[in-house]
């Protein structure tokens, strides 16, 4: 008999053990899952995907967080206009740096599948799946499905999203951003910084363009 319960205990054990192992298999890697710690900022000087010349006389900073709806709704509604009149015109380069706030639980984890996609050279691809299909962030269950099925949307090659996202490896670096933002006196989303300059006025593509062409005006 003491054999027999020695075997269920045994049997118990391996079974939780196996339960643990699969459930920790597809957890969020550290540094990315919901309440977890925050992990180490990089140090490597990353600053962010950009869109625009180069060369373009203005630079806008926005510090953004995927899970936040204001965030969400300048993307959609505000964006295309300032790509068209402004970016695309070569008047602006557009930076966009990760502020995920602590009341979005998956708002590193979105970070981090537009990371991923930036190894791909699709960051912005990414980004406009992560906003123009924003549902997700309303519903409080666990996202990773779907962006993967975004990440394919985005012509993502999704073998090499999955490798990305299950490294977690730029964790350390919105983190970073996250830090930098802090310092720099963010604490909310979307936040601006034009030339350097934190901007706290209303966002409409109306008014950067406005901004955009007084500071070249005054050249």
């Known amino acids: 008999m003491r054999r027999f319960y020695l075997l269920l205990a045994v049997v118990a054990v391996a079974g939780g053990a196996a339960l643990w192992y699969a459930a920790s298999a597809d957890a969020p890697p550290p540094g990315l899952a919901p309440g ?21 006389p203005v630079e806008v900073v926005e510090y953004a967080d995927f899970e936040c709806p204001a965030c969400a ?19 602006v380069r557009w930076r966009q740096r990760d502020f995920p706030l602590p ?11 537009a990371h991923c996609a930036g190894e791909q050279g699709k960051f912005w691809d990414m980004h406009d799946q992560l906003f123009f299909n924003h549902s997700w962030a309303q519903t409080g269950k666990d996202p990773s499905g779907l962006f993967r099925d ?14 990305c996202m299950r ?6 670096r919105i983190e970073a951003s996250r830090v930098e933002g802090e310092r720099r006196g963010v604490n909310a ?10 901007y ?6 109306d008014v950067f363009k406005r901004i955009v062409d007084s500071l070249l005006a005054a050249r």
Request: proline share 7%.
């Open 189 to 198: 989303t979307p936040t601006f910084f034009i030339n350097g300059r934190r």
């Open 73 to 91: 709704q300048f993307a959609v509604v505000q964006m295309p206009t300032i790509r068209a009149q402004l970016i695309e015109t070569g008047k």
């Open 103 to 113: 009341s979005h639980p998956y708002a590193r984890y979105a970070a981090h599948a």
């Open 36 to 56: 977890g710690p925050a992990p180490e900022p990089a140090a490597d000087g990353f600053q962010g995907f950009t869109l625009g010349a180069d060369t373009a």
């Open 150 to 163: 975004l990440a394919e949307r985005a012509g993502l090659d999704v073998r090499a999203y999955d490798e």
């Open 200 to 205: 706290t006025g209303a966002w409409s593509s």
């Open 167 to 172: 490294s977690g490896r730029h964790a350390g």
